[in-house]
């Protein structure tokens, strides 16, 4: 299916605002539409997830919700490949904001009605991301292209960035997975954190940082230094298994 070459301007973007009291969603008001070129971003980004998901016995898809070290509090996910992008989004330090099923976007493309919710909604430091997750298997459907065609068309018509997502590498996806179960910052003392920033362990090994200070108990200081991996205080090489003989870099 061929796309339209141009957006219309009737394109309207629906979405439901959040009341918030102490900053906790209490209820959610009914929903509101605007023009698609119109609306402003920031009442884009305060929005309630357009469709929440059922769980029930025999479904296909594995639903959930993810506590986001971003956001400090939970984020919805459809699927483990929806759940595997939030994670990448909650590991990017350019991501300031993560909305999931952010919006319900209207037009007529092709001379029929069309609408779609994309998957997340991505503010980063380079500017808002639109994105939707499909697995490659089904990316190149003439109809799942045909929806995307016309939606990075409407994203992109706004200066935003739109982006298709599938499964990562596997070694990469588990290693950010790993370091996830350190994101929780409170969980940490904060001066054993200070003393591993402060200490000279850029280019030493995963196995050697571990090791760095003795007079602290080991279990303790490896959390605390797969914690700085997770902030990326420290990097290393995440498209191998992580070990350690993994080399540690400090951030720029």
């Not at 998901?53 to 919700?65: A, E, T």
């Not at 994105?131 to 992109?156: H, L, Y």
């Not at 290693?175 to 929780?184: H, I, Q, T």
Request: proline share 6%; with cysteine; hydrophobic share 40%.
């Amino acid at each position: 299916m061929a796309v339209a070459a141009d957006i219309p301007t009737s394109m309207t973007v629906s979405y439901r605002c959040a009341n918030s009291v102490s900053g906790k969603t209490s209820e959610v008001t009914p929903e509101r539409t605007e023009p698609w070129t119109l609306v402003g971003l920031d009442s884009v980004m305060s929005a309630s997830p357009w469709r929440t998901f059922r769980w029930h016995r025999g479904q296909r898809h594995y639903s959930g919700s993810f506590w986001s070290a971003t956001e400090r509090d939970l984020v919805i996910y459809e699927s483990r490949l929806e759940l595997a992008r939030l994670l990448f989004a909650d590991f990017d330090r350019s991501v300031q904001r993560i909305l999931a099923q952010p919006f319900l976007l209207r037009a007529e493309v092709a001379g029929a009605p069309r609408k779609h919710v994309p998957d997340y909604l991505l503010l980063t430091s380079t500017g808002p991301v639109v994105v939707d997750v499909k697995p490659k298997s089904r990316v190149t459907k003439p109809d799942n292209m045909f929806v995307f065609g016309w939606t990075r068309q409407a994203v992109e018509s706004r200066g935003w960035q739109y982006e298709m997502w599938s499964e990562p590498p596997h070694a990469e996806l588990e290693n950010v997975r790993f370091l996830a179960g350190y994101r929780r910052d409170w969980l940490f003392d904060h001066e054993l954190l200070a003393e591993l920033r402060a200490a000279d362990l850029d280019g030493t090994t995963l196995t050697a940082a571990c090791q760095s200070l003795p007079d602290r108990p080991r279990a303790i200081v490896r959390s605390a230094v797969l914690h700085l991996l997770w902030q990326q205080h420290f990097t290393a090489d995440l498209t191998h298994p992580l070990s350690g003989n993994h080399v540690l870099r400090k951030a720029v």
